[in-house]
């Protein structure tokens, strides 16, 4: 059974920073990729950032270009999002999920399974 579960989100400050943790079970973790969304409320979700876990192909968005950072742990099958710089805007539930390797531009197409979502809130 795939499971991916959020971690780490929480209230801050702007300008503060979090890290984000999807931990991944029940697939092989470097033939996946891991996608983080994220949706705050009365907006549509947001794919915010991409990592291939076998070749560390990366993607983020304009939004978050240069102040999100994705990561992956194969030791511990392991997806991180380091946030720094938080603005208010950035506050929604994240997200991660998975699907195939994706080797196109931008965000990945196939995302199969997903986390049950973290808060992350930031105040102004």
């Known amino acids: 059974e795939v499971q991916l579960v959020e971690s780490g989100g929480g209230l801050v400050q702007a300008g503060g920073s979090l890290r984000l943790s999807c931990a991944a079970s029940?697939?092989?973790?470097?033939?996946?990729?891991i996608g983080w969304f994220r949706q705050a409320p009365g907006k549509e979700r947001e794919g915010i950032s991409h990592i291939n876990n076998g070749d560390h192909r990366t993607w983020y968005a304009d939004s978050v270009k240069g102040r999100f950072t994705i990561s992956s742990d194969h030791a511990k099958n392991t997806v991180y999002l380091q946030m720094n710089n938080l603005k208010p805007e950035d506050t929604a539930v994240y997200y991660c999920?998975?699907?195939?390797?994706?080797?196109?531009?931008?965000?990945?197409?196939?995302?199969?399974?997903w986390g049950q979502g973290t808060q992350v809130t930031v105040s102004s």
């Open positions: 999920a998975a699907g195939p390797p994706y080797y196109g531009l931008g965000l990945g197409e196939v995302y199969d399974d």
């Open positions: 029940g697939f092989t973790f470097d033939e996946h990729a």
